[in-house]
């Protein structure tokens, strides 16, 4: 059964990087896997998805441009580099798995997750 975990959240000042990483259990080269947020109160958001043999990578239009899904089969790891960082994408980031092929980035889309880390960033 797949697992996740996530690292690398944190805080840092709108204009700046993060990195976060997501470490599955299992290969996950024929999996879609994907990268969501949640900011308090609100409903969880679908930011990035990969589909990584065949290279299918989806951005949600919030992140697009500053944003880059990308992974590393070798270590079973999922990245998220996050550039030009603004205090609107602080939240709770979560990352998720599917063994079925996904085209779309809803919540319900992915049957296994992570148990998220806090980005913060500050104006």
């Known amino acids: 059964q797949l697992q996740l975990l996530e690292s690398g959240g944190g805080s840092v000042q709108a204009g700046g990087s993060l990195r976060l990483s997501c470490a599955a259990s299992r290969y996950i080269g024929t999996d879609s896997m994907a990268w969501f947020r949640q900011a308090p109160g609100k409903e969880r958001e679908g930011i990035a998805s990969i589909y990584p043999n065949a290279k299918i990578i989806q951005y949600a239009d919030t992140v697009k441009g500053r944003f880059i899904i990308s992974t590393d089969n070798a270590k079973n790891t999922v990245y998220l580099q996050m550039n030009s960082l603004k205090p609107e994408d602080t939240g709770v980031y979560f990352c998720?798995?599917?063994?079925?092929?996904?085209?779309?980035?809803?919540?319900?889309?992915?049957?296994?997750w992570g148990q998220g880390t806090q980005v913060t960033v500050s104006a």
């Open positions: 998720a798995g599917s063994r079925v092929f996904q085209r779309d980035l809803r919540p319900l889309s992915y049957t296994t």
